[in-house]
């Protein structure tokens, strides 16, 4: 299961390294460090496309996310020797301020979806709680 924030994760590891003062290229290649997931994957086939050469335009563009394809222009641009820790600050900051917005839109939602299987499994509860004695007392009137 992918984590709710990949970017988020990479960019506070790709910080840090480079705080710590390892290179970026050594930090994508660090298999331990980093969090097993799809966009990393990506991130890493993009290092690659770039390094051999290859076009790696398209890998950019089948990113949906505006977020994780300036993390990964930034990448690029750390690839190529320009200081990029700075920027990946203020995108780090972007991604966490998307993630809690994304947080609470999914939170405000919530109680809609949860109505549902309330009215479905509750209501039919309180019912028989409402109305079993009465059922049951005509029931053991009609018998009798």
């Known amino acids: 299961m992918e984590d709710v924030?990949?970017?988020?994760?990479?960019?506070?590891?790709?910080?840090?390294?480079?705080?710590n003062g390892y290179s970026l290229r050594y930090l994508l290649q660090q298999k331990e460090g980093l969090l097993s997931c799809r966009y990393v994957e990506?991130?890493?086939?993009?290092?690659?496309?770039?390094?051999q050469g290859i076009d790696y335009r398209p890998i950019l563009l089948s990113e949906k996310s505006p977020y994780r394809?300036?993390?990964m222009e930034l990448i690029?641009?750390?690839l190529q020797g320009e200081p990029i820790l700075l920027n990946l600050e203020?995108?780090?900051m972007e991604i966490e301020e998307a993630c809690n917005d994304e947080i609470e839109k999914s939170l405000k939602v919530l109680p809609f979806l949860l109505?549902?299987?309330?009215?479905?499994?509750?209501?039919?509860?309180?019912?028989?709680?409402?109305?079993?004695?009465?059922?049951?007392?005509?029931?053991?009137g009609v018998v009798k």
Not at 42 to 51: A, E, I
Not at 120 to 125: G, K, Q, R, S, T
């Open 5 to 19: 924030a990949p970017p988020l994760k990479l960019s506070l590891y790709i910080c840090e390294g480079l705080k």
């Open 42 to 51: 990506l991130v890493r086939q993009l290092v690659f496309h770039f390094d």
């Open 69 to 71: 394809r300036s993390q």
């Open 76 to 78: 690029l641009i750390g």
């Open 90 to 92: 203020e995108l780090q």
């Open 115 to 140: 109505l549902g299987p309330t009215l479905i499994f509750l209501i039919p509860a309180y019912l028989l709680i409402l109305f079993g004695p009465i059922i049951s007392h005509f029931i053991s």
